[in-house]
């Protein structure tokens, strides 16, 4: 599990896994930055799409994700690797599985890495393809919902996440409780439009097991998350508690 950016000098080797600048930290800053007019030409034009993609879905990400990769998750124990393994798989064939609409769901305790995965995939979709990814948690989610009710703006607003190329949710429930009846409408709306239109779904969830993520999500909901998808638990202990408690 990687703890942050970590200052590189000016090494702009590409990674063998990802194809992504090892300087991680200066491509942030260059993306972050002030967005520069896209050349004219079409490779430019390319290549500058693939950097806003790149720039706004590292931004929703936050700076602790910026150096997630594939290539430097920590899976030392068998299921670690065994799920590490079926996500590299799924890389392999990522184009297709996004058009297929194939989903991805990681089950597990919080602070297991979940989010590293999808958000190492997630880069891969965008510096490779070019494939839009938006990120968003539940609490987000219904907050965002909330202010465009006050504009009658919730129809645009779900639009957003209900037509996208792929959806990542992060645990798309409350961290305390239970969803309420709005919030399970309003997941259940984008699930189900994107089910029937398969466009898919890489979701976390913090469950224990297939119970308590049918209780969080509600079993209409996670029946079409879960179908053709390929599941993964990620039932190891959390790598944030591993530090000594002085």
Same mark, same amino acid.
């Given at each position: 599990m990687p703890q942050g950016p970590q200052a590189q000098g000016k090494d702009t080797r590409a990674s063998k896994e990802t194809g992504e600048p090892v300087a991680m930290r200066e491509v942030v800053q260059q993306l972050l930055g002030s967005p520069a007019a896209c050349p004219a030409g079409r490779e430019e034009s390319r290549? &500058?799409? /693939? $950097?806003?993609?790149?720039?706004?879905?590292?931004?929703? &990400?936050?700076?602790?994700?910026?150096? &997630?990769? +594939?290539? #430097?998750?920590?899976?030392?124990?068998?299921?670690? /690797? /065994?799920? +590490? /393994?079926?996500?590299?798989?799924?890389?392999?064939? +990522? $184009?297709? #599985?996004?058009?297929?609409?194939k989903n991805l769901l990681l089950i597990g305790p919080a602070g297991t890495g979940k989010d590293h995965l999808l958000i190492a995939l997630a880069k891969l979709a965008i510096w490779h393809f070019q494939i839009p990814v938006k990120r968003l948690t539940g609490p987000e989610l219904f907050r965002l919902c909330r202010e465009a009710m006050q504009y009658s703006e919730e129809t645009h607003l779900l639009g957003i996440y209900k037509r996208c190329k792929v959806l990542l949710l992060s645990d798309p429930v409350p961290p305390a409780g239970q969803l309420t009846g709005h919030q399970a409408s309003v997941l259940y709306e984008i699930v189900d439009f994107r089910y029937r239109n398969q466009l898919p779904i890489w979701c976390t969830l913090n469950a224990s097991d297939s119970k308590e993520a049918d209780k969080k999500l509600t079993p209409v909901i996670l029946d079409r998350i879960v179908h053709g998808a390929l599941v993964l638990r990620c039932n190891w202990p959390s790598f944030r508690k591993e530090q000594d408690v002085v």
């Open positions: 290549s &500058c799409r /693939k $950097q806003e993609l790149y720039r706004a879905f590292l931004a929703s &990400c936050g700076v602790r994700y910026y150096h &997630c990769g +594939l290539e #430097n998750f920590r899976a030392t124990t068998k299921q670690q /690797k /065994k799920v +590490l /393994k079926a996500v590299k798989d799924y890389a392999k064939r +990522l $184009q297709d #599985n996004i058009t297929d609409g």
